[in-house]
């Protein structure tokens, strides 16, 4: 098993029974499964039709071309979730239902380590966040933040910044 889909099992806390069950049973880690097929075959240069539409009628999520995802993705409400092309995703990182990360003109949203995003947030292409934080639900991000912070509301906006032992 490749060390990015271990630490997937680990994040989402997958042993093997519960490994076998996700690839049989539409779970949320079933997505993550599929994600990463998605993400190999391309890779390899090979067709992606099948996960694309495994992902799209099982799960509800929408997954585009050129997107880098590290280690440890946990989705646990996979619906209504757009992965938008070139986008960029680091390690640890929990994305929740509805999130929309949406391309603008020629550039998407960069995301990085340790990082949850909740509930139904919108991340426009020029726009991104650092390592360790938070971005409230229903969030709509327009610019690029950084490291250690909370960010909430529409526009998104610094609602608090904490050093990264107290996470
Ligand atoms: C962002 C979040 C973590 C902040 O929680 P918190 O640290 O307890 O913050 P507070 O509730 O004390 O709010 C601090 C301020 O931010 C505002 N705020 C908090 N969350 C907000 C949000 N999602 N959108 C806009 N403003 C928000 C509050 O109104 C408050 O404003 P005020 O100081 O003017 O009164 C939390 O509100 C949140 O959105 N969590 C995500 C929930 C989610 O999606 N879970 C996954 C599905 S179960």
Redo the contacts with the bound molecule.
């Keep these: 098993m490749s060390n990015v889909f271990q630490m997937d099992c680990k994040a989402n806390g997958i042993h093997w029974g519960g490994l076998l069950k996700a690839l049989i049973l539409p779970v949320p880690f079933n997505a993550v499964i599929w994600i990463r097929i998605f993400l190999w075959l391309e890779k390899h240069h090979l067709p992606t039709f099948l996960p694309f539409r495994w992902l799209y009628h099982i799960h509800g999520l929408e997954f585009a071309r050129r997107i880098r995802i590290g280690g440890g993705l946990r989705i646990?409400?996979p619906h209504g979730i757009l992965f938008t092309e070139d986008m960029k995703i680091g390690e640890r990182v929990s994305i929740?239902?509805n999130v929309r990360f949406t391309r603008s003109y020629d550039k998407a949203p960069r995301i990085g380590n340790d990082v949850?995003?909740?509930?139904?947030?919108v991340f426009t292409g020029k726009s991104g966040i650092g390592n360790h934080c938070?971005?409230?639900?229903?969030?709509v991000v327009t610019k690029v933040f950084g490291d250690n912070v909370?960010?909430?509301?529409?526009p998104?906006g610094i609602?608090?910044e904490y050093p990264i032992e107290q996470k």
Excluded: E, L, M, Q
Aim: glycine share 20%.
């Design positions: 646990p409400h929740y239902g949850f995003i909740g509930d139904s947030t938070i971005v409230g639900a229903g969030s909370i960010i909430a509301g529409n998104a609602i608090r």
